[in-house]
T-cell receptor
């Protein structure tokens, strides 16, 4: 079935360590997104990409980095510069066209600091 | 993007219709109203969207007022599995920018 796969489901990071969260989609969508969700809060946009080898910062990009080398993959690296990385991270994708374009979400990665 | 206002929480009896309101008084002419829901510890799930006309699909109905300043999501026969946080969002019709999610409405279906 088509969809978005995020891995791992749970991830633990030591202080000062970079970690990379995986996001893969087989929906042939051009656009991909990363969001962060803190307990009891809505989603906040970290980065998004509309085409391979191009991406834009969202509202809270500091301390994060991304790459888009393939259309189906959009990994997120949480760097040591992100001082409060504990959160639920969600990846999404969508088509790009004029008009309505719902985003499809993965089931998330929960990151915790040891 | 226009902001939305939703009640923090709502209860509904199982088998009854759940009506979730959303205010979006600053919506622009080219902005769509979208509804997503999020079950605990899962990713948000798209439910329905609309521009001006009322819409219905297999999950829900969306009623948009004539002035487009508010809308109501209707789950016709709520089940326990419909317990979730429901997000109302307004989204421009062009481009592929990210979404802005507020805190949504926590809908609790009571047995």
């Amino acid at each position: 079935d088509g969809g978005i796969t995020q891995s791992p489901k749970y991830l633990f990071r030591k202080e000062g360590q970079n970690v990379t969260l995986s996001c893969e989609q087989n929906l042939n969508h051009d656009a991909m997104y990363w969001y962060r969700q803190d307990p009891g809060q809505g989603l906040r946009l970290i980065y998004y990409s509309q085409i391979v080898n191009d991406f834009q910062k969202g509202d809270i990009a500091e301390g994060y980095s991304v790459s888009r080398e393939k259309k189906e993959s959009f990994p997120l690296t949480v760097t040591s510069a992100q001082k409060n990385p504990t959160a639920f991270y969600l990846c999404a994708s969508s088509i790009i066209e004029t008009g309505a374009k719902p985003q499809h979400f993965g089931d998330g990665t929960r990151l915790s600091i040891l | 993007d226009a902001k939305t206002t939703q009640p923090t929480s709502m209860d509904c009896a199982e088998g009854r219709a759940a009506n979730l309101p959303c205010n979006h008084s600053t919506i622009s002419g080219n902005e769509y109203v979208y509804w997503y829901r999020q079950i605990h510890s899962q990713g948000p799930q798209y439910i329905i969207h609309g521009l001006k006309n009322n819409e219905t699909n297999e999950m829900a109905s969306l009623i948009i007022t004539e002035d487009r300043k508010s809308s109501t999501l209707i789950l016709p026969h709520a089940t326990l599995r419909d317990t979730a946080v429901y997000y109302c969002i307004v989204v421009p019709g062009g481009g592929a920018d990210g979404l802005t999610f507020g805190k949504g409405t926590h809908l609790i279906i009571q047995p």
